[in-house]
């Protein structure tokens, strides 16, 4: 088993990896079914998940903490994207959906592997990050909302179904709301107070045993109902070629979700830790896990950040806990899934709701105000499109006020006029006589050729006879930027102004020639092209 603790140093504490699996177990069982409810799919959906496809990641993976398993934004999407092609939720052509969602996804992730796209998790900023995930878990919360109160609505869009919630508040089914705010009482004390125990089991199990007690499912507090026995077997997805292709949209979105969300988790404990992962790696290993998940019955599986700080807390070091884990789901739908059936439907809406909660990050909101306002609108943008617009339409959205505000500011790139300092050498300061060197701090590209040639000209109405170009910064140059260049040297030329270029390293020179800007006079230093200004008719 030593795939399973690669890269520990020492040896393996077996009791403790062992006890860290039954934790693991413990906070799955009740969150898989949670979010097997959110995604409108039946309760064993989301119990399947952790057997075969857990330990088919565990098996796969790089990372030693990393959990693979449903969680809420998976869910979430799931129930979302779904509603636009299926009928009802949990309905069979929504189930046999879900599982075809999860073969997709698996296509997308070993397809993202074959091209070693991994990298790709970098360009999902944490504002359109932030702001998606919180979306979600408001869109959580408002379900969850309804069965902790009791009561049903008949909204289909976001506002008016929260306008319904508050206006019936008054109908409210009084012993659900009592199981299901007692369930999530229970939940924070113990994560206050003893944060090592299974809080959302123990809650469980209470809130179980007093219906039960009580009998207060004769009194209109929901149940479960029962859950078959047996483990999963093989099953192929019945579904129109039309509808997997209806699918694809929603798999890129899951997947960029987790692609940013467990690789950049993966990474921040590897980091800790002192151990070397592989992205690519990872992409493998959740593509093979979701394909176990669409043929054994399960859903797609994502990352689990809240699950795997609970493993990490625990001291566990290995994938050994999802092994354990998977054998003790296993052996629960396998011979005691009848106790199932008794779960109050209140509770496991509340242990998702204290869940979901945290996924709100309010700090990180108030630092994006306080540090920069438009990726707080982005984020904010994102939170709200999410229940309103939709999950995919708003990640699209997003995406879209990411990139408008990364070509926004590298339309405005830094630049300054250097004058000579201590020793010679130049530093920022005003451009003085008629030499003037110019720095451009970024890549000359088609968002910025404009700010370049305006700043030159403007320098050379100033009545600037030699304008040194410091190109040290710049790293690249498109087409555009490249005719912006060409252009600039020929109206500079045309005013009898000297343009030259300094400090340019070889593969921008190289660059420059490609582009065919062979006239252009080159010097090594800002100092040198001052000398050549001096010993010129000019100096």
């Given at each position: ?178 199981v299901g705010v007692a369930t999530m009482l229970v939940i924070v004390v113990l994560r206050r107070l003893a944060p090592a125990l299974p809080g959302p089991l123990i ?6 045993a007093v219906v039960a007690w009580a009998g207060l499912d004769a009194h209109g507090v929901s149940v479960l109902g029962p859950v078959p026995s047996g483990l999963p ?91 354990v884990c998977a054998i003790v789901v296993a052996v629960l739908v396998a011979f005691f899934s009848g106790v199932l059936a008794y779960l109050p439907n209140t509770a ?192």
């Amino acid at each position: 088993m030593t795939w399973f603790a690669a890269g520990i140093r020492g040896p393996l504490n077996w009791p403790r990896e062992i006890t860290a699996g039954v934790t693991l177990a413990a906070l799955a069982i009740p969150l898989n079914i949670g979010y097997a409810q959110i995604a409108g799919l039946p309760p064993v959906v989301g119990l399947y998940a952790a057997i075969v496809p857990m330990l088919v990641f565990a098996l796969l993976c790089s990372s030693r903490q990393l959990v693979a398993s449903p969680d809420a934004p998976i869910a979430a999407l799931i129930a979302s994207l779904l509603a636009a092609i299926a009928a009802r939720p949990g309905s069979p052509q929504y189930v046999e959906l879900a599982y075809a969602q999860a073969l997709v996804c698996a296509v997308v992730f070993l397809l993202f592997y074959a091209f070693k796209l991994g990298f790709l998790a970098s360009f999902l900023s944490e504002p359109v990050l932030v702001g998606f995930i919180a979306g979600l878990a408001v869109e959580i919360l408002t379900s969850q909302a309804e069965k902790i109160l009791g009561i049903r609505t008949t909204a289909e869009r976001f506002f008016p179904e929260l306008w319904e919630i508050i206006t019936k508040i008054p109908q409210a089914h009084l012993w659900s709301v009592v199981v299901g705010v007692a369930t999530m009482l229970v939940i924070v004390v113990l994560r206050r107070l003893a944060p090592a125990l299974p809080g959302p089991l123990i809650a469980l199990v209470a809130a179980t045993a007093v219906v039960a007690w009580a009998g207060l499912d004769a009194h209109g507090v929901s149940v479960l109902g029962p859950v078959p026995s047996g483990l999963p077997v093989p099953h192929w997805p019945q579904v129109t070629l039309g509808q997997w292709a209806a699918l694809i949209p929603g798999a890129i979105a899951i997947c960029a979700v987790t692609l940013a969300d467990g690789l950049l988790t993966a990474r921040r404990y590897a980091e800790q830790h002192g151990y070397p992962i592989d992205a690519n790696t990872e992409l493998r290993a959740f593509g093979l896990a979701n394909v176990a998940a669409g043929l054994t019955q399960s859903m797609t599986i994502g990352s689990s950040a809240s699950r795997t700080a609970a493993m990490d807390a625990t001291g566990s070091r290995s994938q050994i806990p999802s092994a354990v884990c998977a054998i003790v789901v296993a052996v629960l739908v396998a011979f005691f899934s009848g106790v199932l059936a008794y779960l109050p439907n209140t509770a496991l809406a509340g242990i998702v709701a204290v869940a979901v909660v945290r996924l709100i990050d309010v700090r990180k909101l108030a630092e994006l105000w306080r540090l920069r306002r438009s990726e707080f609108w982005i984020a904010v943008a994102c939170l709200l499109g999410v229940p309103v617009l939709g999950s995919l339409t708003a990640v699209i959205i997003a995406f879209l006020l990411s990139a408008v505000d990364v070509v926004r500011r590298a339309s405005r790139p830094s630049t300054a006029t250097l004058t000579p300092g201590e020793h010679g050498r130049y530093v920022r300061g005003p451009a003085e006589g008629p030499l003037t060197v110019y720095r451009f701090e970024s890549q000359l590209f088609f968002a910025n050729a404009g700010t370049f040639k305006t700043e030159i000209t403007h320098l050379a109405d100033q009545g600037a006879r030699w304008i040194v170009l410091d190109a040290e910064a710049i790293t690249d140059v498109d087409t555009t930027g490249a005719g912006a260049l060409r252009e600039t040297a020929g109206m500079l030329r045309e005013r009898g102004v000297t343009f030259a270029v300094a400090r340019a390293t070889t593969a921008l020179r190289h660059l420059l020639a490609h582009y065919g800007l062979t006239g252009l006079t080159f010097y090594d230093s800002n100092e040198a092209a001052a000398a050549a200004y001096r010993e010129s008719d000019h100096g």
